[in-house]
């Protein structure tokens, strides 16, 4: 079935650094896929989407392209800060997943001053 | 409005208690869902309601029992609970039902159970 495969964590980074989260999905269709952001103590967010092939998600300085060659969504930012310190997920949903999301297991981000 | 609005965010009971988790939304998402996490894990479905409606119960044990009273509410009635069942239990909606390649979650801030 469709799924999504998110990189171990946990990752430490120094304020104002690269960050790279690794997501790689399987799929036998064409799903939507997301990153989803819970800061302690709350709910998911949603952070940034992308429905089509090629397709780049966008917002509060993070990015992802859906790359359908790789089957790939990878999070990006190019400068991390403090408050950027939370869970990340990768999640996807489509025709094939009977209304569901599926949710990648989680990377947890710390950013230290 | 923007927000779904979970009470209470947190809970304690004994496994012989009976309580409830309320979840409500004003946005006009008629589809609600049920999710469970476990601490450093990815959400779980449990429920999904579709126009107030039962459309997805993901095998969950029948000490968990559903409620959507209207399109805005979504109730979970707990009942002879265990202590694995501690974990924060986060409701969502969403415009309509995921899957058609558009929809997002909307998820509320949830509430931390624990059974003792």
């Known amino acids: 079935g469709d799924s999504v495969t998110q990189m171990e964590g946990p990752v430490t980074l120094s304020e104002e650094a690269f960050l790279t989260i690794n997501c790689t999905y399987t799929?036998?269709?064409?799903?939507?896929l997301f990153w989803y952001v819970q800061y302690p103590g709350e709910g998911l967010q949603l952070l940034l989407k992308?429905?089509?092939?090629?397709d780049k998600g966008s917002n509060k300085g993070f990015e992802a392209t859906y790359r359908k060659e790789t089957t790939s969504f990878h999070l990006e930012k190019g400068s991390v800060q403090v408050s950027d310190s939370a869970v990340y997920f990768c999640a996807l949903t489509s025709s094939n997943t009977g209304n569901q999301f599926y949710f990648g297991t989680g990377t947890s981000l710390t950013v230290i001053p | 409005d923007t927000e779904v609005t979970q009470t209470p965010k947190h809970l304690v009971m004994g496994m012989t208690n009976k309580k409830s988790l309320k979840c409500e939304q004003h946005m006009g998402h008629r589809a609600m869902y049920w999710y469970k996490q476990k601490a450093k894990k990815p959400p779980e479905l449990m429920f999904v309601y579709s126009y107030e409606k039962l459309s997805i119960n993901e095998s969950v044990p029948s000490r968990f029992s559903p409620e959507c009273p209207n399109s805005s509410l979504l109730n979970l009635h707990l009942h002879a609970l265990q202590p694995e069942d501690s974990a924060l239990y986060l409701c969502a909606s969403s415009r309509g039902l995921t899957g058609t390649g558009d929809e997002k979650l909307f998820f509320g801030s949830g509430t931390q159970l624990s059974v003792l």
């Open positions: 992308a429905t089509k092939a090629d």
């Open positions: 799929a036998t269709g064409y799903p939507s």
